[in-house]
Each structure stands twice: as structure tokens, then as C-alpha cells.
T-cell receptor, first 117, second 111 residues
Framework: DGGITQSPKYLFRKEGQNVTLSCEQN?????MYWYRQDPGQGLRLIYY???????QKGDIAEGYSVSREKKESFPLTVTSAQKNPTAFYLC????????????????FGPGTRLTVL | GNSVTQMEGPVTLSEEAFLTINCTYT??????LFWYVQYPGEGLQLLLK?????DKGSNKGFEATYRKETTSFHLEKGSVQVSDSAVYFC??????????FGAGTRLAVHP
């Protein structure tokens, strides 16, 4: 089955610790994205990557970092600099980022719920 | 800048009732428009999309028509089921394929 997997489903972190969220896709998609969802709000873009070894900041990148060493993987690190990290984190991918056609549709993983204790 | 506004929820309906969730947008040009659905504890699933004015997206009995005159993309379903209970997000595609989301509308359907 093709799809996007995120792990873990639930993650607990102590204040001051960095934590890395995993995102893997086997859809052969070029573009990948990280979003943050807070209760009662829509999703906000953290980082995105068009191709391997390239990524750009989204709207709320402060306190986060990413890497894109492999096409299928786009891990997100939530650093201690992120002031309010408790949220639901969603990873997505699309075949091509800028085509404007059917291949620009983003598909989402099941999400990771991060709680800072 | 680009933005999406959805009607506030929750929307509470009885089974087999007619559903409308309003969505309006502000954007430069004519972006692709999307409806995503989120079931409890899960990620988002694409429900339907429309890529140009007057296009109608449809899936699983849901429909939405891209109206450039009113800058709207309202979601409708003729007869809702309990299994349709979820949060529905309207979104538009901005530059670099960035999705701009509305705040979401929670739908609760009772038997």
C-alpha cells in the first residue's frame, strides 16, 4: 500500500528537550511538507521541501528544523527554542510542488500528537 | 494576502438532513480549491477539489462548486450520515503549492 507514515502517534517531551518526528512516504513524491494544527484552528505550514537536499521555511519555522537527505523521508525536529510546541503535527506530500495540475494535490499522514510536560 | 474563511461550527444535524458548510476565499488570481476531512485522531483526507472557475468537485455524495463571482466554494451533501461526523477544512493552493486552510468546521450527525 502506498502512503505516508508518521511515528510515533503520541510523543511526550520534557521542557528543554529536542525531539524528532518521523515522516516517510512511499508514493515517490518529490515535495513534502510539515504542518502544525492547534485546537480549533486550521493548519499552518512549518517547512516544505521540493526536492532532496532542499527545503524552505514556511509561516512558522522558528524553533523547528528539518532535513531532506532521502526522497522518501522528511523528519522534523522540534527544538527547545520552540516556545509552545504542544500541538498535532501533520506531514504531507505531493507529486510535484508547482505544477498547478492534478499532481499538486497534497496527501496527509495520520499525524503525531506532541505534548510537552 | 490569501485567506480562507469558513462558517463556524459546530454544525449539528440529524441523519438524512441536508448539509451546507460555507467557505469563502480571498486570493490573487484563481487558485485551486480543496475540501479536506479529518476524522477524530486522524490526519486529513482529501475530499474533493476544483481547479478552475465553475468546476464542480464531487466525492462520496459531497459536492462543491468553484464560484469566482462570489469567491466561494461551499460544501454540500444531500443526505448526511452519522459516519460523516468529522471536521471539514476548506483550503486554497497558494504559491509554491502552499495550502492556506480555513479554521475548520466540526460536523456532528445524530441518528
Amino acid at each position: 500500500d502506498g502512503g505516508i507514515t508518521q511515528s510515533p502517534k503520541y510523543l511526550f517531551r520534557k521542557e528543554g528537550q529536542n525531539v524528532t518526528l518521523s515522516c516517510e512516504q512511499n508514493l515517490n513524491h518529490d515535495a513534502m511538507y510539515w504542518y502544525r494544527q492547534d485546537p480549533g484552528q486550521g493548519l499552518r505550514l512549518i517547512y516544505y521541501s521540493q526536492i532532496v537536499n532542499d527545503f524552505q521555511k514556511g509561516d512558522i519555522a522558528e524553533g523547528y528544523s528539518v532535513s531532506r537527505e532521502k526522497k522518501e523521508s522528511f523528519p522534523l525536529t522540534v527544538t527547545s527554542a520552540q516556545k509552545n510546541p504542544t500541538a498535532f503535527y501533520l506531514c504531507a506530500s505531493s507529486a510535484e510542488q508547482t505544477s498547478g495540475g492534478p499532481t499538486d494535490t497534497q496527501y496527509f499522514g495520520p499525524g503525531t500528537r506532541l505534548t510537552v510536560l | 494576502g490569501n485567506s480562507v474563511t469558513q462558517m463556524e461550527g459546530p454544525v449539528t444535524l440529524s441523519e438524512e438532513a441536508f448539509l451546507t458548510i460555507n467557505c469563502t476565499y480571498t486570493a490573487t488570481g484563481y487558485p485551486s480549491l480543496f475540501w479536506y476531512v479529518q476524522y477524530p485522531g486522524e490526519g486529513l483526507q482529501l475530499l474533493l477539489k476544483a481547479t478552475k472557475a465553475d468546476d464542480k468537485g464531487s466525492n462520496k455524495g459531497f459536492e462543491a462548486t468553484y464560484r469566482k463571482e462570489t469567491t466561494s466554494f461551499h460544501l454540500e451533501k444531500g443526505s448526511v450520515q452519522v459516519s460523516d461526523s468529522a471536521v471539514y477544512f476548506c483550503a486554497l493552493r497558494g504559491g509554491y503549492n502552499k495550502l492556506i486552510f480555513g479554521a475548520g468546521t466540526r460536523l456532528a450527525v445524530h441518528p
